[in-house]
Nanobody, 126 residues
Framework: QVQLVESGGGLVQAGGSLRLSCAAS????????MGWFRQAPGKEREFVAA????????YYGDPVKGRFTISRDNAKNTVYLQMNSLKPEDTAVYYC???????????????????WGQGTQVTVSS
């Protein structure tokens, strides 16, 4: 069982930056691939970024490539999402998720993930 708590959301102007954190409970954080998703009002949950257990690979959704960076610190049981050059269309609730270690689903699919945080609101003003 993994419990996830996101933080770092807020209101920022377009062009600004935010850094989201997701703290995980338990001693087995390094066993989980981690992902960030977002959901805007009236829209489906959208893949943002993912990172493998050892951080050897990262993946990004097309809308955020070149602007967002996912990283993790296994010693701190934390995954981060650095968001730069923010746009109004990045406004959403951002969720972190921990995967099922034996899942064969793609990192970009919600079906891969077994555990979800409660989300943190990011609002980008124009």
């Amino acid at each position: 069982q993994v419990q996830l708590v996101e933080s770092g959301g807020g209101l920022v102007q377009a062009g600004g930056s935010l850094r989201l954190s997701c703290a995980a409970s338990g001693r087995t954080f390094s066993r989980y691939g981690m992902g960030w998703f977002r959901q805007a009002p009236g829209k489906e949950r959208e893949f943002v970024a993912a990172i493998t257990r050892s951080a050897s690979n990262t993946y990004y959704g097309d809308p955020v490539k070149g602007r967002f960076t996912i990283s993790r610190d296994n010693a701190k049981n934390t995954v981060y999402l650095q968001m730069n050059s923010l746009k109004p269309e990045d406004t959403a609730v951002y969720y972190c998720a921990a995967d099922s270690p034996y899942s064969s689903e793609s990192y970009s699919r919600t079906e891969r993930y077994a555990y979800w945080g409660q989300g943190t609101q990011v609002t980008v003003s124009s």
